[in-house]
């Protein structure tokens, strides 16, 4: 790419996902409950929040199970983020985990799923005339999903390593073809450079997703197809540096290395975008599941991913370039040497 | 001279980052950050990412600084022999 503005778009990007993306509040939620079960009778229970605005906006707050409703009897703000309530359970829900509910004008609705393991079933409660408001949240924040929390904003961080180390693999692919076509050396030199960026990216994307691993499934490393394929993806690579080094000859080398590079991103295109997809897998965007729309990616979310792909795809570039001219000045001085 | 270029830089760095300490010292209620970002303890990971990300890139940066430094020297190198 020609020009210097691409470069400074990169930066402005990643400028505004580091502001935007740690920036923007996480929407509100319950997050925690005092009791875990109820019965017919009266309960009360304190709930917590986060980010909720229930001092300021007085919440409503109800019981729902199998889609039948029943309203506290009596709600007590503690703070933004706390409230006592209490509430008369009638016998007969129909299953037995039923979820608390709150909504307030700030926050709209938010919910803590299955929160309560739940006694004295029937075939359904006789009455609901528990009317609640369902105004929506009109603030710009991004969704607070249970486990995630906070961590979502890695996407933006994370993501993008694999995405900018695909681009570079796919410039490494293409100069391999040159190689073959016309066995020039200038391009199995820059088919190496992208290779080599490529692989500060795979290992970013390693040990940040091994990082968020640990938060949210409680372990460095599960045994995942995906998480395998990748490792199994930067070993191929890594192959690929080894094998160059074990070629003496330069023209030898260069139709050597693009024929293994060609397998080699055959086979990362089977091991991180296909295999996973066919078995099971904590990963978003395995198990027969491509990450977008289905996994939570929610407007608010993307306003800051795009921007984020793009702008690590440029810096990826970037490098690259910046790879590929030292490596050309080194080879124009080995040839000067060798005169 | 090299001392001085960098005294400078540091010297401003220092006083950027005392300068949101003193605030934090001044206010005796929880920020907002302290309240909502901090409040789950999750939000360090997203500080640990971050920060892996960063260094990594920091690493690669010095490691290509090396290289060209040592393609420098041998220019120099080259031209001298040339002189003489």
């Known amino acids: ?339 | 001279m090299m001392k001085l270029t960098i005294v400078k830089p540091l010297t401003l760095v220092m006083a950027f980052l005392a300068l949101p300490m003193s605030t934090f010292a001044a206010s005796s209620a929880p920020s907002w950050l302290q309240e909502t970002m901090f409040a789950s303890g999750k939000i360090n990971t997203v500080v640990m990412v971050v920060s892996v990300v960063l260094i990594g890139i920091a690493i690669w940066m010095f490691a290509l600084d090396r290289r060209l430094g040592k393609l420098e020297r041998r220019a120099k190198e080259q031209t001298n022999a040339g002189q003489h």
């Open chain 1, 1 to 339: 790419m020609k020009g210097w503005w691409w470069k400074l778009l990169s930066v402005v990007l990643l400028l505004y996902v580091v502001i935007v993306g740690l920036g923007t509040p996480l929407g509100p939620a319950l997050v925690h409950v005092s009791i875990d079960r109820i019965a017919p009778g009266p309960n009360s229970m304190e709930a917590t929040g986060y980010n909720t605005h229930f001092a300021t906006n007085a919440p409503e707050v109800w019981l729902e199970n199998d889609g039948q409703r029943v309203c506290a009897m009596e709600v007590k703000v503690l703070s933004d983020v706390q409230f006592a309530a209490e509430f008369n359970v009638p016998e007969g829900f129909r299953t037995n985990l039923t979820s608390l509910w709150a909504w307030d004008a700030q926050d709209g609705q938010v919910v803590l799923r299955e929160a309560f393991f739940t006694q004295g079933l029937g075939t359904g409660i006789g009455q609901d005339d528990c009317v609640v408001s369902d105004a929506a949240r009109t603030s710009f924040a991004f969704p607070n999903r249970s486990i995630l929390n906070e961590t979502i904003r890695n996407l933006f961080f994370h993501v993008p390593m694999w995405f900018t180390m695909m681009v570079l693999m796919t410039i490494a692919f293409w100069q391999s073809l040159r190689v073959l076509r016309t066995g020039d050396l200038d391009a199995d030199r820059m088919a190496l450079s992208a290779v080599d960026v490529s692989l500060l990216f795979a290992a970013l994307g390693l040990v940040t997703g091994s990082i968020w691993a640990r938060a949210t499934w409680g372990d460095w490393w599960t045994s995942d197809p995906k998480l395998n394929g990748a490792a199994v993806t930067v070993l191929i690579y890594a192959a690929y540096l080894i094998l160059r080094g074990s070629v003496p000859d330069p023209h030898k080398r260069a139709r050597l290395a693009a024929i293994y590079n060609i397998f080699a991103y055959v086979l990362m295109m089977v091991f991180i975008m296909v295999l996973p997809r066919l078995t099971d897998s904590l990963h978003p965007g395995s198990g027969g599941n491509p990450a977008f729309n289905q996994y939570d990616l929610d407007s608010t979310l993307r306003a800051v991913f795009y921007p984020a792909v793009l702008g690590w795809i440029l810096l990826g570039i970037w490098a690259y370039t910046l790879h590929q001219r030292t490596a050309r000045l080194r080879s124009i001085h080995d040839e000067a040497n060798d005169r």
